[in-house]
């Protein structure tokens, strides 16, 4: 309780929670205080940062800040349910396999070597290949049914020594149900890393999103704005070699500081739940 207390009150947890703050409630809050639309073209073609637009316009004049505030919500609501499914996929799937043992986590773990094997940046593109009309939606589904392997895998093991403790073999004896077993005397153990697997999935799926969109693999239309979604219309329309830095850095930025708040609140608390992070300690 004591290191969690320290790690809580830690610089890095700090940070990070406040920058996450910082950035949901401009994503969330700062749209309806300012009633900003991200669409209307109501500006001139790569208009620099001004007092009427404090981070200029695009290429169709529309308002940088605008689409920044939107393409942040966007992307952190793509992060928060992609990193969901894939952890309550791969939570279920890991403990499943790892308590059950036999054909079943044999099965789960030569699906679950095989998927590694292949980065999933890779799988993602071969499926956004596929589709021609892509959405946020469906890139929820594509991230989170591609990142839970290695949220699966860690689990597994962590069960498989579980399952031999002496509490879940009282529990057994008691007459716990398999599902009962799972949800009371497994889940709880493992929590942390399942919390922890959470918190980094929602950073790999926001750059998942962005790396996918700005290689054109995103959804596309004049109703979809995203972080990754600015960035592919920036090299779409030259703003990199045109020095138009206002269009494509201000979202790379954005990018970055969700990385680092998401990796510093991680890294807080690994000191705390991690067994080899203590004992280096």
């Known amino acids: 309780m004591n290191r969690m207390v320290e790690s809580i009150r830690s610089k890095g947890f700090i940070a990070g929670i406040a920058l996450l703050f910082i950035l949901i409630t401009l994503a969330f809050l700062l749209p309806l205080a300012l009633n900003l639309d991200p669409f209307v073209k109501n500006g001139p073609s790569f ?54 043992g036999g054909i079943f986590d044999s099965l789960c773990t030569t699906v679950t070597n095989l998927l590694i094997v292949v980065p999933q940046l890779i799988i993602l593109i071969l499926i956004s290949n596929t589709i021609t009309n892509s959405s946020l939606s469906l890139l929820v589904l594509f991230i989170g049914l591609s990142s839970w392997v290695w949220v699966a895998r860690a689990l597994r093991a962590q069960t498989a020594s579980l399952r031999l403790r002496d509490h879940v073999s009282l529990a057994r004896l008691n007459g716990f149900g398999t599902v009962s ?101």
């Open 47 to 100: 208009a620099s940062p001004c007092k009427e637009y404090p981070l200029g316009t695009n290429s169709l004049g529309q308002d940088c800040f605008a689409r920044l505030v939107y393409g942040l919500r966007a992307s952190i609501i793509v992060g928060f349910a992609a990193a969901l499914l894939a952890t309550v996929l791969g939570t279920a799937i890991g403990i499943t396999g790892g308590f059950l």
């Open 181 to 281: 077993l799972l949800l009371k005397q497994i889940l709880p153990y493992v929590a942390s890393y399942v919390f922890m697997a959470f918190i980094m999935q929602i950073g790999s799926a926001i750059f998942s999103e962005a790396a996918l969109s700005m290689l054109g693999l995103g959804p596309r239309g004049s109703e979809v704005v995203s972080l990754g979604s600015i960035l592919d219309e920036a090299r779409l329309n030259e703003a990199f070699e045109s020095g138009y830095w206002w269009v494509f850095l201000p979202p790379t930025l954005v990018i970055t500081l969700c990385m680092f708040s998401l990796y510093s609140i991680n890294t807080s608390l690994e000191s705390v739940f991690n067994p080899r992070t203590q004992r280096n300690r």
